[in-house]
């Protein structure tokens, strides 16, 4: 009845899932990566936190069922394993 006013998220290619509660991570990462393909923007930084690691392993999960995701790995600055580095497929155009 009373739903939270929805958040306006800047297609930058960083998502900060601080923001969110863990159930809305699901829809918002598939969504958030086709909206960075449209803008083409194919390099994305998914900041998860550390904490226990459960929102990093579901956010790695659901990038594993992506088939727009080329690759992920833990980001290698200083957040370290507090944020996912994902690389998307480059949508060929001639198609």
């Known amino acids: 009845m009373n739903e939270p006013e929805p958040i ?4 930058d290619g960083i998502l900060d899932l ?3 509660s863990p159930k809305e991570v699901k829809e ?3 969504d958030y990566i ?4 449209d803008k083409k923007i194919y390099s994305i930084r ?11 392993r579901t956010v790695h999960s659901i990038l594993d ?10 980001a290698d ?19």
Do not use: M, Q
């Open 8 to 11: 306006e998220l800047p297609i």
């Open 18 to 20: 601080h923001h969110f």
């Open 28 to 30: 918002l990462i598939p």
């Open 34 to 37: 086709e909206a960075c393909l």
């Open 46 to 56: 998914i900041i998860h936190g550390k904490g226990k690691g459960v929102l990093r």
């Open 65 to 74: 069922k992506l088939e727009e995701v080329e690759s992920y790995r833990l």
């Open 77 to 95: 600055d200083r957040s370290s394993w507090g944020a996912t580095l994902v690389e998307l497929k480059k949508v060929d155009e001639n198609y």
